[in-house]
């Protein structure tokens, strides 16, 4: 069973256009995030949410917006999709945030390649 | 400001050799330091996650360090495979949030 999973694996859109990715976790975690790889394959984190709630919001524009129903999904939505959107989106969870040890480990899914044109 | 550096970016060895991946970073506040695996077109795979109370940690061939006080980290891995390509990434843990900070990765690759 997959632990964190994605959809699309592949999404290729028109500059202008809205667009959601899915995450969901089955591993019974409370923490979740999204991390954006860009072209130089650099991986920086966008947003946390624990139990639902929002931890961590570093400086993504706002026509991101994460939306959590459940603590197992999280998922992201982005509006008015620009050229320098594209890159490839990576959803993670962990167990707990913050409070040292193994609880803390963040497990990736396979991520979402954006392509906007 | 906080910054993590991998050293090399790019690394080539035979079968069979040992190596070491090195990772800096520059925030002394580190709380944890994670190593990750990423395949081609694949997500990332969790190997080590070392606390900042903690000097060390091992899995298999795979050995982790940490020295807080010189910034450092480093991956040892023994006795490579061709199995072992792929790229390392080490992240800086941030207490709040659990927030990682990555290193721009090592591309190894082992020839067999």
């Known amino acids: 069973d997959t632990a964190v999973s994605q959809t699309p694996k592949y999404l290729v859109t028109q500059m202008g256009n809205d667009k959601s990715i899915k995450c969901e976790q089955n591993l019974g975690h409370d923490t979740m995030y999204w991390y954006k790889q860009d072209s130089k394959k650099f991986l920086k984190i966008m947003f946390s949410y624990n139990n639902k709630e929002l931890i961590i919001n570093e400086t993504v524009p706002n026509r991101f917006s994460p939306k959590s129903p459940d603590k197992a999904h999280l998922n992201l939505h982005i509006n008015s999709l620009e050229l320098g959107d594209s890159a490839v989106y990576f959803c993670?969870?962990?167990?707990?945030?913050?409070?040292?040890?193994?609880?803390?480990?963040?497990?990736f899914g396979p991520g979402t390649r954006l392509t906007v044109l | 400001k906080q910054e993590v550096t991998q050293i090399p970016a790019a690394l080539s060895v035979p079968e069979g050799e040992n190596l070491v991946l090195n990772c800096s970073f520059t925030d002394s506040a580190i709380y944890n330091l994670q190593w990750f695996r990423q395949d081609p077109g694949k997500g990332l795979t969790s190997l080590l996650l070392?606390?900042?109370?903690?000097r060390e940690q091992t899995s298999g061939r795979l050995n982790a360090s940490l020295d807080k006080s010189s910034g450092r980290s480093t991956l040892y891995i023994a006795a490579s495979q061709p199995g072992d390509s792929a790229t390392y990434l080490c992240?800086?843990?941030?207490?709040?949030?659990?927030?990682?900070?990555f290193g721009a990765g090592t591309i190894l690759r082992v020839k067999s």
């Open positions: 992240a800086q843990v941030m207490e709040y949030g659990n927030k990682l900070v």
């Open positions: 993670a969870s962990s167990q707990l945030y913050s409070l040292g040890g193994s609880m803390d480990t963040q497990y």
């Open positions: 070392i606390q900042s109370s903690q």
